[in-house]
């Protein structure tokens, strides 16, 4: 049977965890989350009820450079091949050198099998004066900048490119912007 000092150490214990419980995570921190929501909230609602125009989205009017039709193919280990419209192989990564374009090859995959095409619809590589390289999927509307992933991977692409030699300090400062 319990006696008067179990009793009151086993309250102690039990109001001590509920103290404890509720330091956790204190309440100020909890209504700063909460506002910081709200806030968001009400900023992204006052930017679509007033057609605020995009200021992230990149610049208009910068003229290409080249451009060019691939078709992608990957794999989950990271192997790609990269070939043109008539099926002549520009480029055939092995798994240690084409996990970036088996990555956007997946991506692509994805959101082609959302929208019910077919995996082997080609991209378009489009290099801007200002070195932006961007893939475009113009079936889906899918466009990814790719100096966002690193140069390295930027120069994977822009080896698939019928273009000038890399300007690489150009490069280099817009990856150092990003």
Same mark, same amino acid.
């Given at each position: 049977?319990?006696t008067a000092v179990d009793?009151?150490?086993?309250?102690?214990?039990?109001? =001590?965890?509920?103290? !404890?419980?509720?330091?956790?995570?204190? !309440?100020? %921190?909890?209504?700063?989350?909460?506002?910081?929501?709200?806030?968001?909230?009400?900023?992204?609602?006052?930017?679509?009820?007033? =057609? !605020?125009?995009?200021?992230?989205?990149?610049?208009?009017?910068?003229?290409?450079?080249?451009?060019?039709?691939?078709?992608?193919?990957?794999?989950?280990?990271? +192997?790609?091949?990269?070939?043109?419209?008539?099926?002549?192989?520009?480029?055939?990564?092995?798994?240690?050198?084409?996990?970036?374009?088996?990555?956007?090859?997946?991506?692509?995959?994805?959101? !082609?099998?959302?929208?019910?095409?077919?995996? *082997?619809?080609?991209?378009?590589?489009?290099?801007?004066?200002?070195? +932006?390289?961007?893939? @475009?999927? *113009?079936?889906?509307?899918?466009?990814?900048?790719?100096?966002?992933?690193? @140069? =390295?991977? @930027? +120069?994977?692409? @822009?080896?698939?490119?019928?273009?000038?030699?890399? =300007?690489?300090?150009?490069?280099?400062? %817009?990856?150092?912007?990003?």
């Amino acid at each position: 049977m319990a006696t008067a000092v179990d009793l009151k150490t086993r309250r102690r214990n039990h109001d =001590d965890l509920r103290k !404890r419980d509720r330091e956790m995570i204190p !309440r100020v %921190l909890v209504r700063a989350m909460f506002l910081m929501v709200l806030a968001a909230l009400a900023l992204v609602a006052y930017a679509r009820l007033t =057609d !605020r125009p995009l200021v992230a989205a990149p610049p208009e009017g910068i003229e290409v450079v080249t451009e060019r039709i691939v078709v992608l193919a990957g794999d989950m280990a990271g +192997r790609a091949t990269v070939t043109d419209m008539e099926g002549r192989l520009i480029a055939d990564l092995p798994g240690d050198q084409g996990g970036f374009v088996a990555g956007i090859w997946r991506v692509l995959q994805r959101e !082609r099998m959302l929208r019910k095409l077919p995996d *082997d619809l080609p991209v378009r590589l489009t290099l801007y004066a200002d070195n +932006r390289l961007v893939v @475009y999927d *113009d079936f889906t509307g899918w466009r990814a900048q790719l100096i966002g992933f690193g @140069y =390295d991977n @930027y +120069r994977t692409f @822009y080896n698939l490119l019928d273009a000038p030699v890399l =300007d690489e300090a150009a490069v280099s400062g %817009l990856v150092a912007t990003n």
